[in-house]
């Protein structure tokens, strides 16, 4: 079975900008999270998508937007880039629709840069 | 919201040292996670904790959850060069779904 994926697995932009990263669920996989991993704050909680329908969300600015699509596929967009956005981006699947067993599968992640 | 925290930030070993790190958290928690990122790398899940009290062996590693479901502990026998890495411990924001809150994770270094 492949693995999660996503794209671009690196990509620059400059403040004020936006930018859309896409994940591809392993497949048969319905629920997807996303993370925002830096230096300063680990690994940060962003939303979660299951069934086209986004089950839980972090403590984000509305700038960061996430969707999914009926292929479980999903993409997240941040708006107005500013310098702090710079993170690796890791997006996340699981088979199950939640409970006490499940396991997230990591894609490789997108390093957003900031310029 | 919950919290999660985790000890030592750092550490560092002579291959072939023992290995520990520890998180605590103020509630009681359903379960717990713990998951390995390898440098460069994405994090890969290690296993799950649900029982009070619970151990759980996986060749050199060791996982435990309290008795009190507070507190969770990973331990490495005997550290290989291979065991670097940043461990992470997770928790279920909520029964509802699967999303995460991470602790702020132990970089491990091993130097042989």
């Known amino acids: 079975k492949a693995g999660v994926t996503q794209t671009p697995r690196y990509l620059i932009k400059t403040r004020g900008q936006q930018v859309t990263l896409s994940c591809s669920p392993i497949?048969?996989?319905?629920?997807v999270s996303w993370y925002q991993q830096t230096p300063g704050q680990g690994l940060q909680f962003l939303f979660e998508?299951?069934?086209?329908?986004?089950?839980n969300k972090g403590n984000f600015p509305g700038r960061f937007s996430g969707r999914q699509f009926s292929n479980s596929r999903s993409e997240m967009n941040v708006s107005t880039l500013e310098l702090g956005d710079s993170a690796l981006y890791l997006c996340?699947?699981?088979?199950?629709?939640?409970?006490?067993?499940?396991?997230?599968?990591f894609g490789p992640g997108t390093r957003l840069t900031v310029l | 919201g919950q919290q999660v925290m985790q000890i030592p930030q750092y550490q560092h070993v002579q291959e072939g040292e023992d290995f520990t790190t520890y998180c605590n958290s103020s509630?009681?928690?359903?379960?717990i996670q713990w998951y390995k990122q390898r440098p460069g790398g994405h994090p890969v899940f290690l296993i799950q904790?649900?029982?009070?009290?619970e151990v759980k062996k996986q060749k050199r590693l060791t996982f435990q959850f309290g008795e009190a479901k507070k507190n969770s502990s990973l331990h490495i026998t005997a550290t290989q060069t291979t065991d670097v890495g940043t461990y992470f411990c997770?928790?279920?924001?909520?029964?509802?779904?699967?999303?995460?809150?991470f602790g702020k994770g132990t970089t491990l270094s091993v130097s042989s």
């Open positions: 998508y299951f069934s086209e329908t986004q089950r």
């Open positions: 509630t009681t928690l359903s379960n």
């Open positions: 997770a928790l279920l924001i909520n029964q509802a779904g699967t999303a995460l809150i």
């Open positions: 904790l649900v029982k009070s009290g």
């Open positions: 996340a699947s699981s088979s199950l629709s939640g409970g006490n067993y499940n396991e997230q599968f």
């Open positions: 497949s048969g996989h319905r629920s």
